[in-house]
């Protein structure tokens, strides 16, 4: 797997964003309103370059948050991790440990 530039990624969701608007006949001010937002960042959430908060509030006013679950569904917990953890959810996640090369001896 090919690893993902987070630029190219963004601006793709913009040009998503900007087709979303185009299909429902919306202009750039409009949906601006309907979020709460300015023209200027319906602009730049178009081009992949907006805060995020913002780029929810233009979905949300586009009507497509109900998709949100499709881009990320939300994560549920294995029934062996919250054994492991006593049925404590877990907070942050815990570093790798580097084996040293006395285990792993190269031969």
């Known amino acids: 797997m090919e690893p993902i530039d987070a630029t190219a990624l963004a601006a793709e969701l ?26 200027k960042q319906v602009i730049n959430a178009e081009k992949g370059k907006v805060q995020l908060e913002i780029f929810v509030a233009i979905m949300a006013a586009l009507g497509l948050t109900t998709q949100l679950d499709l881009f990320l569904p939300r994560q549920t917990i294995s029934p062996i991790e919250l054994a492991k953890h006593q049925g404590k959810s877990r907070q942050r996640a815990s570093r790798r440990q580097q084996k040293s090369d006395e285990e792993n001896p190269e031969w």
Request: avoid cysteine.
């Open 14 to 39: 913009g040009e998503r964003l900007k087709q979303a608007r185009l299909n429902r006949d919306l202009t750039q001010v409009q949906v601006a309103e309907m979020a709460g937002t300015t023209r």
